[in-house]
């Protein structure tokens, strides 16, 4: 059952593909193997084991959402910007459910290299704070702020709130985020 051609770019793009569609808790190197038509085996010829393969699909989705927020922050102004970066965040989190939980784990990461790749997603949001002109302290308070904000409403989104048609949840999400920049705007208070 060999394939030609197989690495280990093919074998942790098609992992993240499988984690995506059965989450973390239900993937296996047997079923990525079956997913590839190859023997298990074959797969520690690419990847020392199943934790390199969490490893990189941590590391893929990092990539992603950088790449996303970096694009969503083009020649836009610093409101548009961070309005923009909230939403493209928050996309993500939503369309993506098992590679942001990928993306959030590296916190808790043992593994140094792999915890700092985790500081990419950090690098969009620093960029538009700095169009606020915060000093460095104040930077890294309202980073964190931010980052709090956007993960904990799409933790909560993703938990199953906010679903009562009272008020529309993007409008929610937009206003909060305005919130946010009306608080950026009139720094420091």
Do not use: W
Request: hydrophobic share 45%.
């Amino acid at each position: 059952m060999a394939r030609k051609g197989l690495d280990s770019k093919i074998i942790i793009a098609t992992a993240a593909q499988l984690v995506e569609e059965k989450g973390y808790a239900n993937f296996s190197l047997n079923e990525l193997a079956a997913n590839l038509g190859v023997k298990t085996a074959s797969l520690y010829n690419h990847i020392a084991n199943v934790r390199e393969v969490n490893s990189k699909i941590s590391i893929l989705a990092v990539n992603r959402l950088h790449q996303i927020l970096e694009n969503a922050i083009l020649e836009k102004n610093r409101d548009q910007a961070l309005m923009s970066l909230a939403i493209a965040y928050r996309n993500f989190a939503r369309d993506n459910p098992e590679l942001y939980k990928a993306v959030i784990r590296l916190s808790s990461c043992e593994d140094d290299p792999l915890k700092e790749s985790g500081a990419k997603v950090v690098e969009p949001i620093i960029t538009v704070l700095k169009r606020y002109n915060l000093n460095e302290l104040d930077m890294i308070h309202l980073s964190r702020a931010l980052r709090s904000s956007l993960h904990g409403f799409a933790e909560m989104e993703e938990a199953g709130f906010f679903r009562k048609p009272d008020a529309n949840i993007d409008d929610s999400y937009k206003k909060m985020i305005a919130g946010y920049i009306l608080l950026l705007n009139s720094y420091p208070i």
